[in-house]
């Protein structure tokens, strides 16, 4: 049995649409002997007559009846998958997955996320939370292609796609013994502001805080959300970025303080991929 093509397929179709095989052959755009012979060929394939022929017109035969469906549904999948291909071509289909550390995957990434969507609605996009090196991890398992990490990661080679700064405020609630007046100074800051709410925020951030927590008594060590409730709540000053907290700023529910003696550090953050990906 000879393989069906797609010509013999369009030709059927087109005359079961026009009705004759001068204007089918007119509206695919080729000689009337072609169609003719895609389509005694794919009779031939099929194993009897598509169309009855006489007169002016044509008309489809039982066998031509039953197999115009199936013709139609061949061409359909075959036009949904070359606008399938086209649209992967072109990046608009397929699956984005971002490893993402959680101070991002807040305001800032829920912005990025909601314009990627409504730009790209047929491609899926899965975001996993975790460490800077625990995304790394992910990276070189194959379970995320992007990484939304904080910068620079010394321990493996990754090519940046992105990288911005952050300014990062030391925060305190209104009602905090730090809170009004001002500039502070660093020991002001470590003695009055006590607890000192300590975020690992990477290598750029780290002078800064080494400096602070030696000064500082005590220190907690805790997670980002938790130093965010407890400065919301007035118990000890945080090293926070100003991306996670804009909207308590906004409100009043956190004041920033202002340094006399020292500058405030940035956190440094790059969206990466392994140099083999992508």
Known sequence: MEPITTDQLLAFDQIARDGTFSRAAQSLGIAQP???????????????????????TVSLTPLGHSFLPYARRALMLLREGLESARLVQEGQVGRVTVGAIESLTGSFLASSIAHFVSTHPHVELFVRSAHSQQIVEMLQDGLVRLGLLAWPIFTVDLVTLLRFDEPLLLVVAPHHPLAGGGPHALEEVAARGAPLLHVRWGPTAEPFLDQLTRLATPVRDVPIDTAQQMALAGRGVALLTRTLVAEDLAAGRLLALDLADAVLPKRQSALVRLPQTL
């Open 34 to 56: 072609t169609i003719s012979a895609r389509v005694l060929s794919l009779e031939e394939t099929v194993g009897g007559p598509l169309f009855l022929r006489g007169g002016r």
